[in-house]
């Protein structure tokens, strides 16, 4: 059923794609644009990018799909979205796939301000054993970071929570519940009720763009990617970034 649901997607996406190209055709760009993404990271505001491209090409339909950084690999091979931005590292990323660097994102501790470590500068991961934490599900970027650093470490932490809804991590942790390792972006919003520390070690996540390799674009996908490299003005990737 998931082989037939994969081929069947793809299928109406060169349909949708043959549409597009006819209006290529007559100078136009129009047709679906569908891109990944679910936190802010590495400075990128991806909200505000797709409006940008979006007042280039009005005639474009935008849409976005959250979801964890393994969500958009899978969805970029089922052709679910055209392109993706998400906290992959470069051996997390398939061949299949082709991408660029866009920077990379620090990783914080966020915690109400009467917790004991809020007093501190830097909190190193020796101090965090023990604790109840408020993390991210697995197959998150962020999880797997955190997960890899605490056993390097040598800290058991107490997942009590796990979710993806910022705003759920934030209710949970602002009253106390326990404390959460965040993308730094994302703690700098600020906010009544919650403060952020640097890690030692520093902990960093890579910030990617990325797209199906060997797919043909269809306009939208096409006008998106040259949008994203032009604006950020990126160096060409090597060998694994095609």
């Keep these: 059923g998931q082989a037939v649901l994969t081929r069947a997607t793809r299928i109406l996406s060169e349909a949708d794609a043959l549409a597009s190209e006819v209006d290529e055709v007559r100078g136009l760009t129009r047709g679906r644009l569908v891109v990944g993404g679910m936190l802010p990271a590495g400075g990128i505001d991806l909200p505000a990018l797709l ?92 999880r797997s970071l955190v997960n890899r650093a605490f056993a390097d470490a040598g800290v058991s932490p107490e997942f009590a929570f796990e979710t993806n809804d910022l705003s759920m991590m934030r209710a949970v942790v602002s009253r106390g519940l326990g404390i959460a390792v965040i993308p730094e972006t994302v703690a700098a919003w600020g906010g009544p009720g919650l403060v952020w520390r640097p890690l030692t070690p520093v902990l960093e996540r890579s910030v990617a763009f990325v797209w199906r390799r060997e797919r043909h674009q269809p306009p939208p996908a096409a006008a998106f990617i040259a949008f994203v490299e032009e604006i950020s003005q990126m160096p060409q990737a090597g060998a694994a970034g095609g």
């Design 51 to 142: 409006l940008r491209f979006k007042t280039l090409h009005p005639g474009v339909e935008v849409q976005l799909r959250e979801g964890t950084a393994s969500d958009m690999v899978e969805r970029l091979r089922g052709d679910e979205i055209d392109a993706a931005i998400a906290m992959l590292e470069p051996p997390e990323i398939p061949e299949s796939l082709a991408w660029r660097r866009l920077g990379s994102e620090r990783l914080v501790l966020w915690m109400e301000p009467g917790d004991p470590l809020a007093k501190r500068k830097r909190i190193g991961l020796a101090e965090l054993d023990g604790r109840p934490f408020v993390s991210f599900r697995p197959g998150a970027a962020v």
